[in-house]
């Protein structure tokens, strides 16, 4: 079975097949943060639905390239810099570094490549200078150059190869020149910004006179430069469809004449508590708002995963407390695996059908959701497993206790090749303090020297402290409360 994806470019689900002659290498490109402010939680899904995308890939055994720019240079961050007095590095390279932790707080594997915009000036400019000699850009009388929509369709290329777009209502020679603009005015967007007294002193020299790029083109520029004309797969947030999208494809393809990209990938909207994040309703968070309540990384993107890339997802606290719920059950569940499969490793192979079920669910468009109903199908099938096992041995059967570690060591591997998908981990046993570990050897030591004064003392004074002491078939172990 291949793997299926959804692609905005077709409005279908098609098999996966990367450029690659031999389908090893992929090519992905995701657009990244543009550092003006903290990541809030709507961004953190795209992310963590990109991390899905790659580990997915790499966990089939694809050697992918993944790219994620760094905006560091757009209409929000020019004011924004103005406002702060900083200088634009600065300004910008305290978000980047928030970004880039922020990034490691949810576990996303690090972007292989993460090229800057404002260091890709040259690239950027001889990409334009290449859509001026084709035609279909030019420049206007503010100094600005403009891509010429019109020019572009004159030359029997596509524009709204992603949306459905009305050209009745277009009105001819319109043009915008801000970053961010609705499909209603589907106009000549600015490629090159002529320099204007509010940019201060952000600007840089061009053929075109001194200024700075639009957005759009530096996605377009830095993409073609590190994976090619021509790649397997873009990623973003639905809102950058339009006109972002849609427009890196007309730069793209108006300067090389080239199909841009092959799947085109969207996640959907988040909403929080039911409703569209704003600040003004107060449900408006970044990561570290989150981390602030109290809750981890792991939660968070636990919570993340667990709904199809192209659902909108409603993020709630509650939604958070039943990821630390859910989270607890697979922990405790490790927990026994480790605790029977002692020092004995298997292969993943002789576990039955954890990785089967999951890689299904996953090849069906990255179906995340029904893989955790495997993950979890699992989970209890295992604590069946285990509870077996301590009737057998309170029973005092006479058990092949190696042949129980094997099944264990192989159900932990199996769980271990699925988690290098899920990115989630496992809690383990270091982040019990060791305090709590010397106060249980302690415990076994006065239990085993019949002192059950001293032992219940020590059982008390680990409760107080959030430690409740289990004794099982193999000794005891301390759960937190
Ligand atoms: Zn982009």
């Known amino acids: 079975m291949g793997l299926k994806l959804f692609n905005t470019l077709s409005r279908s689900v098609q098999e996966f097949a990367p450029l690659d002659p031999d389908e090893k290498k992929v090519g992905m490109y995701c657009c990244g943060p543009t550092v003006y402010d903290f990541a809030h939680i709507g961004n ?18 694809h050697t992918v390239t993944h790219v994620m720019n760094i905006t560091d240079i757009e209409d929000k ?6 406002e702060t007095k900083m200088t634009l590095r600065e300004f910008t390279g305290k978000y980047e570094t928030a970004f880039l932790e922020d990034l490691k707080t949810l576990n996303c594997r690090e972007p292989h490549q993460k090229p800057r915009a404002t260091e890709h000036i040259p690239e950027i400019t001889s990409l334009i200078e290449k859509l001026i000699q084709r035609g279909v850009a030019y420049k206007a009388a503010d100094g600005s150059v403009y891509f010429s929509i019109e020019k572009y369709r004159g030359c029997g290329c596509n524009y709204g190869q992603l949306l459905k777009l009305n050209f009745d209502e277009m009105r001819a020679g319109e043009r915008v020149k801000s970053d961010e603009y609705a499909k209603e005015s589907i106009a000549d967007f600015a490629l090159w910004k002529a320099r204007v007294p509010e940019d201060g002193d952000i600007f840089w020299p061009s053929p075109f006179g001194e200024g700075r790029p639009g957005w759009h083109i530096e996605c377009s520029a830095m993409s073609m430069k590190i994976l090619g004309a021509s790649f397997d797969l873009h990623l973003g947030g639905e809102d950058l469809i339009f006109p972002h999208h849609e427009d890196e494809i007309a ?14 990938l969207h996640g959907a909207h ?3 508590e039911g409703k569209k994040m704003s600040k003004s309703l107060g449900n408006f968070f970044t990561l570290r708002d989150l981390l602030a309540k109290g809750f981890t990384g792991r939660e968070i993107r ?90 057998e041995e309170i029973r005092g059967a006479n058990l092949n206790t190696k042949n129980w570690a094997i099944r264990a060591a192989a159900k932990l591997a199996a769980w271990e090749k699925v988690d290098t998908v899920l990115g989630i981990g496992t809690k383990s046993e270091a982040e ?25 003392a020590i059982r008390d004074e680990l409760k107080a402290n959030g430690w409740l002491i289990e004794d099982t078939p193999k000794g005891s172990k301390l759960k937190k409360i």
């Open 44 to 61: 953190w899904r795209t992310f963590v639905f990109a991390d899905l995308v790659r580990r997915y890939l790499e966990f089939k055994g």
């Open 77 to 82: 961050i020019i004011k924004r810099v103005r």
């Open 251 to 264: 730069q793209s393809e108006g300067a090389t004449g080239k199909p841009f990209v092959k799947y085109w």
């Open 270 to 272: 988040l909403l929080v």
């Open 302 to 391: 636990y919570l993340l995963l667990t709904a199809h890339y192209r659902e909108t997802f409603n993020f709630t606290m509650e939604g958070l407390q039943g990821a630390r719920a859910a989270l607890a059950r697979i922990d405790e569940c490790i927990g026994k695996l480790r605790e029977l499969a002692g020092n004995t490793t298997a292969l993943p192979e002789q576990e039955d059908f954890l990785i089967p079920r999951f890689s299904a669910a996953l090849e069906d468009d990255l179906n995340v959701s029904s893989g955790w109903a495997a993950v979890f199908d699992w989970v209890r099938s295992n604590n069946l497993f285990y509870h077996v096992l301590q009737d």
């Open 432 to 456: 019990i303090p060791t305090e709590a570990i010397s106060l249980l050897e302690a415990r076994q030591a006065a239990r085993k020297a019949k002192d059950f004064k001293k032992s219940d």
